[in-house]
């Protein structure tokens, strides 16, 4: 099993603000399988970006992804109010996939 | 438009059963696979159980020999039969559809429904 880690778990940002959440991952994920999904209290989840850096339909390009092998980063270039929430980052090259425990980005 | 809408969750004792419903809409249960994630209270996510379109089930081991995906193709619904509930059972239950090409990436989710175990 991939065990995927989340730093930080909490980010204090102002919106406007740059935010860089990280991903790190027990061992190389294969074609770079790496998924990152958005949570706002209440909701469920909804996919930001696939295949490490691919944005999901209708995903503002405020949202960017990159990295291999075991490390990854989701980038927001500039927060809007709308983007405090919680962010997992997820693998699927070895089923099941799993998830990272998140990063919560809160406003400062 | 793609929807899942899950019900059937609630307050079960331990040892107790439940049953989950997730009705599909914009897709067929025979082209796509389903799955039901959960989400235990201030944790993470964690997959629980699938049903691919050709009827193959898979169970994560926390809840093999104890739960049961079922569906009904007709009536565009997913089941998912829980017994032998116990205490770490307790989350919220997402019913998930998985990318048509690559397994076990979520594009989908339904809104959850709330499972508590507890005496």
């Known amino acids: 099993e991939i065990v995927l880690t989340q730093s930080p778990a909490t980010l204090s940002l102002s919106p406007g603000e740059r935010a860089t959440l990280s991903c790190r991952a027990s061992?190389?994920?294969?074609?770079?399988?790496l998924a990152w999904y958005q949570q706002k209290p209440g909701q469920s989840p909804r996919l930001l970006i696939y295949?490490?850096?691919h944005r999901a339909a209708g995903i503002p390009d405020r949202f960017s992804g990159s990295g291999s092998g075991t490390d990854f980063t989701l980038t927001i270039s500039r927060l809007e109010p709308e983007d405090f929430a919680v962010y997992f980052c997820?693998?699927?090259?070895?089923?099941?996939?799993?998830f990272g425990g998140g990063t919560k980005v809160e406003i400062k | 438009e793609v929807q899942l809408l899950e019900s059937g969750g609630g307050l079960e004792q331990p040892g107790g059963s439940l049953r989950l419903s997730c009705v599909v809409s914009?897709?067929?249960?025979?082209?796509?696979?389903v799955s039901w994630v959960r989400q235990a209270p201030g944790k993470g996510l964690e997959w629980v159980s699938s049903?691919?379109?050709?009827?193959?089930?898979k169970y994560a081991d926390s809840v093999k020999g104890r739960f049961t995906i079922s569906r009904d193709i007709s009536k565009k619904t997913l089941y998912l039969q829980m017994s032998s509930l116990r205490a770490e059972d307790t989350a919220v239950y997402y019913c998930?559809?998985?990318?048509?090409?690559?397994?076990?990436?979520?594009?989908?989710w339904g809104q959850g429904t709330q499972v508590t175990v507890s005496s």
């Open positions: 998930v559809r998985e990318d048509q090409f690559l397994e076990s990436l979520y594009n989908y």
């Open positions: 914009g897709f067929s249960l025979s082209n796509y696979v």
């Open positions: 049903l691919s379109g050709s009827g193959s089930s």
């Open positions: 061992q190389s994920v294969r074609s770079t399988y």
């Open positions: 295949d490490a850096s």
């Open positions: 997820q693998q699927y090259a070895i089923f099941p996939g799993t």
